[in-house]
């Protein structure tokens, strides 16, 4: 059996040379990438814009942002360490909070034994994730953090037990 060649659309291409020319703050609009290609972008084509955007990011290290109902935005390598992942940890923190909640609401006497347990086990997990996504656990773990290396795994535990 051969395996499958990728191979992408001519609108990806399109869009891929689009974003591959812009500079660091540049902004594109979705008007302007919707007539590069005669398709919507926030629509019918969404799917398109996203191939674009990673093939850009994987193969050119050329970084966007979303600017909501506007367009996209290329960004720097610092914005993105910077940014990103505030953001999705925010995300994390809500989300494992509202399941916390959602969860501690449920009467345990309407749930079998089994279903018990993965109640409490869902609830211990969703709270480590919140414990690991509060500002003050980062900043510890972050001051920690070298120059040259990475920490292992047991060593982020034991900080994040101290950061309580």
Do not use: C, W
């Amino acid at each position: 059996m051969n395996p499958t060649i990728y191979e992408q659309s001519i609108d990806t291409q399109v869009l891929i040379e689009r974003l591959s020319e812009m500079q660091e703050g540049d902004v594109l609009t979705y008007d302007a990438l919707s007539e590069a290609i005669g398709r919507n972008v926030t629509r019918e084509a969404r799917h398109i814009l996203g191939s674009a955007r990673r093939f850009v990011e994987r193969e050119h290290a050329i970084f966007t942002d979303t600017i909501s109902k506007t367009g996209i935005k290329r960004i720097t390598p610092a914005q993105v360490v910077q940014g990103a992942p505030k953001q999705t940890k925010r995300k994390m923190h809500n989300a494992s909070n509202r399941l916390i909640r959602k969860l501690s609401n449920t009467p345990d006497e309407l749930l079998t034994p089994e279903d018990l347990r993965r109640k409490r086990s869902e609830i211990a997990i969703q709270g480590t994730l919140r414990m690991f996504t509060k500002p003050a656990t980062q900043e510890a773990v972050m001051a920690q953090i070298n120059d040259h290396q990475s920490l292992p795994v047991g060593s982020i535990l034991d900080i994040v037990r101290k950061a309580k």
